[in-house]
């Protein structure tokens, strides 16, 4: 079955910088890939996602890029403010008449962004 | 517009006990999945509903059942409850047409003592 792994596990920045977590998954039949933010106590909010027929996708200040030929991806996140501070995890699916959306999920990556 | 909700928010129960724990989609959406996350691990899949049926479960033991109602409500029963099943229980709503992309509820706290 799919397996993703996450890293870094822990990430601390300087507000302002940017903050890069990747991703690796095993099977190459999954083609959704979204991103969540859980900050403490709170559910696990999607921030963005990314199908396989795409390379990259923006919203704002966060991006993801995909790389299928090496079964990675990645979440970029720009002029990190305090509030990005939060566990942020990946996840892959096979949608679209696959496994029918199962999501299986990293581990995640604690991001700290100091002031 | 509410998004997904779950109840109750927090429950304790003793080894052996049984728990049922409940979950209403996001308006527009019809399909339910079920998700167990432990302390410092991404969420587990359990199950997913459409239809009022099981259509996938991940590795989960029969001890974890679960329905689903015709207004797509959903409900997520544990029997015979271990100290390994402590965990947050989190639910997740799609729509059929692209199950997917799912967005998940508070989830619902449980202790097994």
Request: some cysteine; hydrophobic content about 30%.
């Amino acid at each position: 079955g799919e397996n993703v792994e996450q890293h870094p596990s822990t990430l601390s920045v300087q507000e302002g910088d940017s903050a890069v977590i990747k991703c690796t998954y095993s099977d190459s039949a999954s083609n959704y890939f979204p991103w969540y933010k859980q900050e403490l106590g709170k559910r696990p909010q999607l921030i963005i996602d990314i199908r396989s027929n795409v390379g990259e996708k923006k919203d704002q200040r966060i991006a993801v890029t995909l790389n299928k030929t090496a079964k990675h991806f990645s979440l970029h996140i720009t002029e990190t403010q305090p509030e990005d501070s939060a566990v942020y995890f990946c996840a892959a699916s096979m949608g679209y008449g696959g496994s029918q959306g199962n999501l299986i999920f990293g581990k995640g990556t604690k991001l700290s962004v100091k002031p | 517009d509410a998004g997904v909700t779950q109840s109750p928010t927090h429950l304790i129960k003793t080894r052996g006990q049984q728990v049922t724990l409940r979950c209403s989609p996001k308006s527009g959406h019809d399909t339910v999945s079920w998700y167990q996350q432990a302390l410092g691990q991404g969420p587990q899949f359990i199950f997913q509903y459409y239809e009022e049926e099981e259509r996938q479960r991940g590795n989960f033991p029969d001890r974890f059942s679960g329905h689903q109602f015709p207004n797509y409500s959903s409900e997520l029963n544990v029997n015979a409850l271990l100290l390994g099943d402590s965990a947050l229980y989190l639910c997740a709503s799609s729509f059929s047409g692209l199950k997917e992309t799912q967005y998940f509820g508070p989830g619902t706290r449980l202790l097994v003592l």
